[in-house]
C-alpha cells in the first residue's frame, strides 16, 4: 500500500485510514545508532509506543576500522538511558570485559548491541525506504515494501550520506579512491601505497592502522601543522579550575569546553558566534596518543592535491607544489557536510517543507523541525544545539529534550 501524501483523493484518504486503525504508531525512530536507541529507550519509559529500525550500531560495526580506539573518554561515551543504569561500565561488568581507555571500537559496538537488547529487543532491523506527509502524521514505507502510519518521526539516521567529497576526486572508482565513512578493511591493504587525505581523528587514524597492518602510507594535510587534542594537559590537573575550564565531555578547548556542554545556553547564542564556536570545538585534531603511532607514516603537511588521475591499477596524484605521487589507493578522511537533503528516505514533499541552515534542519526546543512531528537529532542538530550533538556524550540532553517535548505536546492534545 503506497499512501497518498497530503492532498490525496478522498478514495486514498479512506483507504488510508483504515490501515491506520490496524498499524498506527506513535513515534517511529529511524535508525539505532546511539541516538537513535537512546531516543527510543527514553519515550519508551514515558509509555509512548515506539518503534525502532535499523540495524543497530551499523555505521560502527560497518564504516569505521577495525582496531580503532574511541576519541572520546569512557565518562562520555555512555548511551543515556531513562534510568542512567544502561552504562558502559554496566556493559563491561555483565559481558566480563575489563574497563579499559581509550575504549576500544569493538567494546563500544557490543557495548550499543547490548543496550539494544536490554531495552528495545523488539527492534526492527529493517531499513525505512519512504516517509511522506499525510494529513496530520506520516507514511512509512519499509525495505520490502511494507508501510504503516506514525504520528511522529524522530529521525537518528546519523551522517553516513553527508560524507565530503573534495572536487579533485569526485567520480573517480570507489575501487581506487574512498571515503574513511565507508569502511575500511585496513589488512586489505598490506604491501600497497595508500595516501590518505585529511588532518582529523578519522584520518590520523586510519593513517596508524594502515602503517601497522603493513601499508606504505602517506599522509597529506592541508594544515602546516598536526594538531593534537589534550595539547597542554597540566590545564586539565588543575582541580577545581580544571572542572570550571573542561565538562568531563571533552569537546572542545578550554572555557568552550564548559559552554559546548550546555547546549540550550548554546541555542541562544547569535547564529555567527554559535557558527564560530561550533567549527573551533571540531577542528581536525587527533587524539593524543597517536603521534607515537604515527611515527611510521610519512606526513606531508601545507599540501594539498591539485589532480588526480586514475591509471589502470594506480593513481597519479599532483600536490599544489607540482610534486606527484603514485599511489595504489586513496582513502579521504575529509570529514562530513550535513545536508538532510542527502537523506533519501525523505520524501521531496517534506524536504520542501523542512526550514533549513545550509543543510541544517532549523530546529526548535525539542528538536522540532519546523515540520509538525517532524524531529531530527544527532549531528543533524549541532548547527542549533551545539558540537556536543556530534558525539555520543550528547545522548544525554537530547534523548531527555526531546521526551520532555513530546510528552508535553502529548499531554496537550489528550
Ligand atoms: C571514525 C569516527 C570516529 C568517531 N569516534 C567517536 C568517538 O570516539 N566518540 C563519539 O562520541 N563519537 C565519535 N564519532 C562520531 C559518531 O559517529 C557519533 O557520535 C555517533 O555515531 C552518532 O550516533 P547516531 O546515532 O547519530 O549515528 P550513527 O551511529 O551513524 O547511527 C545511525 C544509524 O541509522 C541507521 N539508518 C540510517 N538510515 C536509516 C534508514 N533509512 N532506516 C533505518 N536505519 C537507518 C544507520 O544504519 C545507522 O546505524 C566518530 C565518528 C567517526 C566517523
Known amino acids: 500500500m503506497n499512501y497518498p501524501e497530503s492532498g490525496g483523493s478522498i478514495a486514498q484518504i479512506g483507504e488510508e485510514v483504515s490501515i491506520r486503525k490496524t498499524t498506527d504508531c506513535e513515534v517511529v525512530v529511524i535508525g539505532s545508532g546511539p541516538y537513535g536507541l537512546s531516543a527510543a529507550a527514553h519515550l519508551r519509559a514515558k509509555g509512548m509506543d515506539v518503534r525502532v529500525f535499523g540495524r543497530p550500531m551499523e555505521f560502527w560495526a560497518k564504516k569505521m576500522p577495525s582496531g580503532m580506539l574511541l576519541r572520546s573518554p569512557r565518562v562520555a561515551s555512555n548511551i543515556s538511558d531513562p534510568s542512567r543504569q544502561f552504562t558502559l561500565d554496566a556493559y563491561e561488568r555483565a559481558a566480563g570485559i575489563a574497563p579499559i581507555a581509550p575504549v576500544p571500537l569493538e567494546t563500544f559496538i557490543g557495548y550499543g548491541q547490548w543496550f539494544q537488547s536490554q531495552l528495545l529487543p523488539d527492534l526492527d532491523e529493517r531499513e525505512i525506504t519512504s516517509v511522506r506527509r499525510i494529513d496530520g502524521g506520516f507514511a512509512i514505507t519499509l525495505e520490502n515494501g511494507g508501510d504503516f502510519r506514525a504520528e511522529r518521526v524522530v529521525v537518528a539516521a546519523g551522517i553516513e550520506p553527508f560524507q565530503k567529497i573534495p572536487a579533485v576526486f569526485a567520480g573517480l572508482p570507489p575501487a581506487q579512491v574512498s571515503h574513511c565513512y565507508q569502511g575500511c578493511d585496513v589488512g586489505a591493504f598490506r604491501g600497497r601505497r595508500v595516501a590518505v587525505i585529511g588532518a582529523g581523528q578519522s584520518a590520523l587514524e586510519s593513517a596508524a592502522l594502515l602503517d601497522e597492518r603493513g601499508a606504505k602510507v602517506e599522509l597529506i594535510a592541508k594544515i602546516r601543522e598536526l594538531r593534537w587534542i589534550g595539547q597542554h594537559p597540566w590545564l586539565h590537573r588543575l582541580g577545581p579550575l580544571s572542572s570550571m575550564l573542561y565538562s568531563p565531555h571533552d569537546v572542545g578547548p578550554a572555557g568552550i569546553s564548559r559552554l559546548v556542554a550546555a547546549p540550550n545556553v548554546v541555542r541562544q547564542i547569535p547564529l555567527g558566534l554559535r557558527d564560530k564556536i561550533r567549527t573551533r570545538a571540531v577542528r581536525p585534531a587527533g587524539s593524543r596518543w597517536l603521534p607515537a603511532r604515527l611515527s611510521g607514516v610519512q606526513l606531508t603537511t601545507g599540501r594539498f592535491v591539485t589532480q588526480a588521475n586514475c591509471g589502470k591499477d594506480e593513481i597519479e596524484l599532483k600536490l599544489d607544489d607540482g610534486s606527484r605521487r603514485r599511489v595504489d589507493h586513496v582513502l579521504l578522511g575529509t570529514g562530513y557536510t550535513v545536508d538532510i537533503g542527502r537523506y533519501r ?36 542538530a549541532a548547527r542549533t544545539f551545539g558540537p556536543l550533538l556530534y558525539f555520543v556524550a550528547g545522548t544525554e540532553f537530547a534523548s531527555r529534550e526531546l521526551t520532555t517535548r513530546i510528552e508535553k505536546t502529548r499531554r496537550q492534545h489528550r
Open 345 to 380: 528516505f525523505l520524501s521531496a514533499g517534506v524536504l520542501r517543507q523542512v526550514s533549513v541552515m545550509d543543510g541544517y534542519p532549523r530546529l526548535r526546543s525539542g528538536f522540532a523541525s519546523s515540520v509538525s512531528g517532524l524531529h531530527f537529532t544527532g549531528a543533524t
